[in-house]
């Protein structure tokens, strides 16, 4: 089993920045993915930002330029740094941990980010 763990949303003025962190624990056995999602309500959930074991980074059009993901490998933790922040990013965001031995995903519980002034 693998769990999830995201810290680090709130409450953020537009323009501002914030950073959110991803622990996963558990049976973690590479090679695997991790990547950041984001729902706003009403919207389906879209993929923001992925990174590899090789630090291989994607970004979503909508967040190039603004958000950056890195890991920490040894502790199995992502991060999200998020600059220029506006209303429309205003989400909940998940973690996401996909393994590629065994084609398994588990899932974080999110956290909330609020874009408003």
């Known amino acids: 089993q693998v769990q999830i763990v995201e810290s680090g949303g709130g409450l953020v003025q537009p323009g501002g920045s914030l950073r959110l962190s991803c622990a996963a624990s558990?049976?973690?056995?590479?090679?695997?993915?991790m990547a950041w999602y984001r729902q706003a309500p009403g919207k389906q959930r879209e993929l923001a930002a992925t990174?590899?074991?090789?630090?291989?980074?994607d970004y979503a059009d909508s967040v190039k330029g603004r958000f950056s993901i890195s890991s920490d490998n040894a502790k199995h933790t992502a991060y999200l740094q998020m600059n220029s922040l506006g209303p429309e990013d205003t989400a909940l965001y998940l973690c996401?941990?996909?393994?590629?031995?065994?084609?398994?995903?588990?899932w974080g519980q999110g956290t909330q980010v609020t874009v408003s002034s």
């Open positions: 996401n941990i996909h393994f590629f031995r065994t084609n398994l995903s588990y």
């Open positions: 558990g049976n973690i056995v590479g090679p695997y993915t």
């Open positions: 990174i590899n074991l090789g630090g291989l980074t």
